[in-house]
């Protein structure tokens, strides 16, 4: 069975410029998560799509966004980037709610 | 806002040595989940702990989870360096979909 697939796996981008992120959940799976990983703040949650929804969301601003595609797979955006946007950005993809969270590589973003 | 406290940040000790990690929160939590993270790659799950009181073992790695669900530790007994690595638990709550909150890690370098 594939893992969770993430692409790109880096991104440079400069202050002020938009991107969006990609995760293919393993296969049969329905919920998709993404967390922002920074040296200094750690593992954050950013927000969970099931069946295409939003089904919770973390403390960040509303440049980040996503959504879930009928196939399950999830993109994130974030706009007007900051330098501190800069992190790993993982997503997780697990069938049932509380059932184990599969993580993909993540996508390393840098801004400058 | 549920919180995390992991300690300790930093572990660097010999092969041979035994070691605790411990992870403090003022909430409870629904379950307590440990998960190992390797440079370039993201969590991986250990275990998962649901009942106060839990012990789980796995090979030499003991997990215990605190009688009120509030608090949790990781015991590694005869470090390798293979258990070279940044750990992190998770906490889940009732009612929030796969949502987890992330301790800060703990950075383990195990030294021939």
């Known amino acids: 069975k594939a893992g969770v697939t993430q692409t790109p796996r880096y991104l440079i981008k400069t202050r002020g410029q938009q991107v969006t992120l990609s995760c293919s959940p393993i296969?049969?799976?329905?919920?998709v998560s993404w967390y922002q990983q920074t040296p200094g703040q750690g593992l954050q949650f950013l927000f969970e799509?099931?069946?295409?929804?939003?089904?919770n969301k973390g403390n960040f601003p509303g440049r980040f966004s996503g959504r879930q595609f009928s196939n399950s797979r999830s993109e994130m955006n974030v706009s007007t980037l900051e330098l501190g946007d800069s992190a790993l950005y993982l997503c997780?993809?697990?069938?049932?709610?509380?059932?184990?969270?599969?993580f993909g590589p993540g996508t390393r973003l840098t801004v400058l | 806002t549920q919180l995390l406290e992991q300690s300790p940040q930093f572990l660097s000790i010999q092969e041979g040595e035994n070691l605790t990690v411990y992870c403090n929160s003022s909430?409870?939590?629904?379950?307590l989940q440990w998960y190992r993270q390797e440079p370039g790659e993201g969590p991986v799950l250990l275990v998962t702990?649901?009942?106060?009181?839990e012990v789980k073992k796995l090979k030499r790695l003991t997990f215990q989870f605190g009688d009120a669900r509030k608090d949790s530790s990781l015991h590694i007994t005869a470090a390798q360096p293979g258990d070279t690595g940044l750990y992190l638990c998770?906490?889940?709550?009732?009612?929030?979909?796969?949502?987890?909150?992330f301790g800060g890690g703990t950075r383990l370098m195990v030294k021939p």
């Open positions: 296969s049969g799976h329905r919920s």
């Open positions: 998770a906490g889940a709550v009732y009612n929030a979909g796969n949502m987890l909150t």
């Open positions: 997780a993809s697990s069938f049932p709610v509380g059932d184990e969270q599969f």
């Open positions: 909430s409870v939590f629904s379950s």
């Open positions: 799509y099931f069946s295409e929804t939003q089904r």
């Open positions: 702990v649901v009942t106060g009181g």
